[in-house]
Every structure is written in C-alpha cells, then in structure tokens.
T-cell receptor, first 114, second 111 residues
C-alpha cells in the first residue's frame, strides 16, 4: 500500500510570492491534515479536510488555505509569503480523522522563503 | 498556546538502558494521547497511544503512562536500542478536534 505522497520535496520562494503544495493520501483515507513544523515549535496544526470539506482549522492567518478534491487528494496554498513561513510542511492522512485513527504522515515539503 | 509541552529538547541514554520521555499538558479536556517518532527527512510515524480511561498501555518495548491528575504522560523504552534514536513527539486530542503536538524530544541512544 503506497504511503502519503507530498510534492514537491523542496521549494525555494521569495517574499511576496505564493506557493501550492500537494498531498496524495493513502488509498481509502478520507481525512487529510496539514501541519507546519519549525524548530522549537513542534508540529503546528493548520487544517483538516474530510470529504472535500474543511472540518477543523488551526490558528494560522488567512494567507494559508487548502482544499481537498473528490479523490481525497489535497492542496495547501500560502499566499504573500513571509520569511517566517520557512518550515517543513507535513501532510497526514487517516481513515476518518480523529486521534482514534492514527495519522500517517508524508515526508513533507521543505519550504524556504528568501 | 502551547497546550502540550515537552520540556526536554534532548535526551541521551546508553544502549540497553531505559529511556523516559516526558510530556505535560494543560487542557484537561484532552482524552486521547499519542506518541509519534520522527527520523530525519521522514514524516512522523505513529508509535503508541493511550485513552484517558487508562493509565498504562504497553506495546513491546514501549510503554506509555498517563497521570491525569498531574496532566502528565511519559513514554518508556526498555531496553533502548540505537535504532530508537529519533525525535519523539507527544500529541493530544479531545472530541476529535485538531491534534496538538509538543515541540519534540530528540533521543540519542549510544552504543
């Protein structure tokens, strides 16, 4: 069974630009969550999608948005990039979401904003 | 708001000894707790979990203890192996809301 796939693995962008990250969940998983990992901050929850609907949202500005398609694939978009957006962005999928259904993470997209 | 805290950024133990990783939380509504392990250049992988109705859960060399009154949980690894060297994240959730993670503890197991 293929794992969670995130593309691209690395991205370098400049301030003010926008970026789109992609995530393909494990087949059959309907919940997709996005996390931002920065040194010392651990994993910060961005949002969760289930059946194409955003079900939960973390405390990030509106520049961070996402969507989920009918095949459960998900994209995350960050507009007007800031230096502080440099981080590892992790996507995770689970069968139905919630802690009782453990998250399966992708290897992440490393975003560097210069 | 850091509702889940891992106050030790790093821990070093000798192979064969016990590793104890600690985690504190502030939200008494959390009812499910998990530990994830992360190797460099890989995403975190689920390790073990515990429901708030229990105080201990064991899976092979890994045991998680929950002390609800102290709002504290710990992960014990016995015996520790060099392959256990990784970053360990504690996570908590309630009512199927977003999962909160700690900042992680880097465990180094020396041969």
């Amino acid at each position: 069974k293929a794992g969670v796939t995130q593309t691209p693995r690395y991205l370098i962008k400049t301030r003010g630009q926008q970026v789109t990250l992609s995530c393909s969940p494990i087949s059959g998983h309907r919940s997709v969550s996005w996390y931002q990992q920065t040194p010392g901050q651990g994993l910060q929850f961005l949002f969760e999608y289930f059946s194409e609907t955003q079900r939960n949202k973390g405390n990030f500005p509106g520049r961070f948005s996402g969507r989920q398609f009918s095949n459960s694939r998900s994209e995350m978009n960050v507009s007007t990039l800031e230096l502080g957006d440099s981080a590892l962005y992790l996507c995770a999928s689970s069968l139905v979401g919630g802690a009782r259904s453990p998250l399966h993470f992708g290897n992440g997209t490393r975003l560097t904003v210069t | 708001d850091q509702q889940v805290k891992q106050n030790s950024p790093s821990l070093s133990v000798q192979e064969g000894r016990i590793s104890i990783l600690n985690c504190d939380y502030t939200n008494s509504m959390f009812d499910y707790f998990l530990w994830y392990k992360k190797y460099p250049a890989e995403g975190p992988t689920f390790l073990i979990s515990i429901s708030s109705i229990k105080d201990k859960n064991e899976d092979g060399r890994f045991t998680v203890f929950l002390n609800k009154s102290a709002k504290h949980l710990s992960l014990h690894i016995v015996p520790s192996q060099p392959g256990d060297s990784a970053v360990y994240f504690c996570a908590a959730e309630y009512n199927n809301n977003d999962m909160r993670f700690g900042a992680g503890t880097r465990l180094t197991v020396k041969p």
